[in-house]
T-cell receptor, first 114, second 113 residues
Framework: ETGVTQTPRHLVMGMTNKKSLKCEQHLGHNAMYWYKQSAKKPLELMFVYNFKEQTENNSVPSRFSPECPNSSHLFLHLHTLQPEDSALYLC?????????????FGSGTQLSVL | GENVEQHPSTLSVQEGDSAVIKCTYSDSASNYFPWYKQELGKRPQLIIDIRSNVGEKKDQRIAVTLNKTAKHFSLHITETQPEDSAVYFCAARHTSGTYKYIFGTGTRLKVLA
């Protein structure tokens, strides 16, 4: 599967660490997303980028910092996280033109904050 | 605010039986409704979607129905097989000028052999 690739697949970090999640899409899409998936909760939209411009910041704490250097790459920089931030972080992409806006997900990064 | 309610949260069916999962959305401007299947440890994958100008769509054993008036849409799986066991998510989206998909809380489907 090479559509949307996320690294690392698993990450364990302490509350004082700084780490980054990486996402790359090979589908030629122009929009990229970060979602948080916690147990027994809906998928929570965190950030949306369209053509590298951030179009949505869903009231996410500043300890999460996104970066989108180009339309194929998306990062999520993490610092001073809390244990409640432990979750599966999913990247997604879509093509926001015409009527073909299907959302494609990566495999996610399972994050544990100790 | 906008939300999507999904029921049931868990569903067990015998192999060969049908399964139905229902969602209700709040934003009447929503006009695109995808369904995702997520197997354990894997990414959510789109299995079927429907637009608001259509009442029903079918793809082999999977079908989706939409009632715009009631703001309900449902996923129907017929002749269920063990490999249908997964978590299923519905979503709703207003496709004009926003990139916001609102997801339901998911339904864990178990198909018993």
């Amino acid at each position: 599967e090479t559509g949307v690739t996320q690294t690392p697949r698993h990450l364990v970090m302490g509350m004082t660490n700084k780490k980054s999640l990486k996402c790359e899409q090979h589908l030629g899409h122009n929009a990229m997303y970060w979602y948080k998936q916690s147990a027994k909760k809906p998928l929570e939209l965190m950030f949306v980028y369209n053509f590298k411009e951030q179009t949505e910041n869903n009231s996410v704490p500043s300890r999460f910092s996104p970066e989108c250097p180009n339309s194929s790459h998306l990062f999520l920089h993490l610092h001073t996280l809390q244990p409640e931030d432990s979750a599966l972080y999913l990247c997604a992409s879509s093509q926001e033109q015409g009527s073909n806006e299907k959302l494609f997900f990566g495999s996610g990064t399972q994050l544990s904050v100790l | 605010g906008e939300n999507v309610e999904q029921h049931p949260s868990t569903l067990s069916v015998q192999e060969g039986d049908s399964a139905v999962i229902k969602c209700t959305y709040s934003d009447s401007a929503s006009n695109y409704f995808p369904w995702y299947k997520q197997e354990l440890g894997k990414r959510p994958q789109l299995i079927i979607d429907i637009r608001s100008n259509v009442g029903e769509k079918k793809d082999q054993r999977i079908a989706v129905t939409l009632n715009k008036t009631a703001k309900h849409f449902s996923l129907h799986i017929t002749e269920t097989q063990p490999e249908d066991s997964a978590v299923y998510f519905c979503a709703a989206r207003h496709t004009s000028g926003t990139y916001k998909y609102i997801f339901g809380t998911g339904t864990r489907l178990k198909v018993l052999a």
